[in-house]
């Protein structure tokens, strides 16, 4: 058996076509074509971009592109093509990278060596209350429903239209917009923003 990741010679997806064609190969059933797309995922770190705007810490973006790597292995099957790959690896990615803001909600926040003196007279001060309120927004985002949370994402992360949003979820874009609503409301009342 060849090692995971291992790049097929003979072709090399160049554009989202080719891994939209690629993964519906690979949802057939054929091994070597999710190798090679598991490959395209891990290279291009395709798994990292929606984890990234969610998660602070690099270490945790790494677990949630994993994870997302693992869930794409196992979930490809389910793929059918009727959205782009492109969205489908996003939604995993965003619901890997919420998962590790739920499961470090569980087990408490994680507490660092204590902060330094900061010579540079508030400096420190201003960062930790900046990485602190990333934190908060992380939490609230993984308190929403789910339904609400990726309509958000979408829109305020991705800088996504209503329009594309609304492709994306298969919905129609008033139901998109009430989601995204709600979602900045419910925010806001987790923040404890009045």
């Not at 196992?74 to 499961?103: K, M, P, Q």
């Not at 909600?105 to 003196?117: F, I, L, M, V, Y």
């Amino acid at each position: 058996m060849s090692p995971p990741f291992e790049r097929s010679p003979d072709r090399t997806p160049e554009s989202h076509e080719d891994l939209q064609e690629l993964a519906l190969r690979a949802a057939t059933g054929s091994r070597r074509d999710l190798q090679e797309l598991l490959h395209q995922i891990h290279v291009r770190r395709l798994a990292h971009g929606g984890a990234r705007r969610i998660l602070a810490d690099a270490t945790d973006v790494d677990d949630a592109a994993q994870e997302t790597l693992i869930a794409v292995a196992r979930g490809i099957g389910t793929f059918e093509g009727r959205s782009r790959f492109t969205s489908w690896l996003h939604r995993i990615a965003v619901n890997a990278a919420l998962e590790v803001v739920r499961r470090r909600n569980r087990a408490g926040a994680p507490t660092d060596e204590p902060p330094e003196p900061d010579p540079a007279g508030g400096t420190l001060r201003r960062m930790s209350s900046m990485a602190a309120t990333r934190i908060d927004v992380e939490n609230a985002l993984g308190r929403l429903p789910e339904q609400y949370r990726e309509a958000l994402l979408l829109r305020e992360f991705e800088q996504r239209s209503y329009e594309e949003i609304a492709d994306l979820l298969q919905l129609p874009v008033g139901t998109v917009r009430s989601r995204i609503s709600r979602a900045r409301r419910l925010v806001g009342i987790y923040l404890n923003i009045s």
